[in-house]
């Protein structure tokens, strides 16, 4: 029986996360954890050891967990979106862009959730 690829347990001390991904430290990761700082919460990991896919997004991948944290609240109903959009409308009324690139410009900028 071959062993299964990256089935865990996480490395991370007292991971009670339920996440059935994991990634293994390759170098590249290490190094990457190492230089956005990462490494000084976490000496102990070594390479070759896995992490579940919730502690390598925030350790190793800080960047992109960063990125995907700021754009997550697109989640939004369609409704509350409505609801949103309807009053930042309302905000700049008399000032609203028809471009449609500066429209969506001035939509994100008055709310970020849009
Ligand atoms: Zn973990």
Known sequence: MPRKKNSG???????????SRFRQITLLAYRKAQNNGSFKFYPYLKIGEQLCHIHYL?????????????QEP???SFIEQVSMLTKVLYMQRGNIELDPIHFQQMIVESDSRL
Request: positive net charge; aromatic residues 8%.
């Open 58 to 70: 925030s350790i190793v991948e800080t960047d992109r967990y960063q990125k995907s944290k700021t």
């Open 9 to 19: 347990p996480c490395s991370v001390q007292n991971c009670s996360l339920q996440v």
């Open 74 to 76: 697109k989640s939004y």
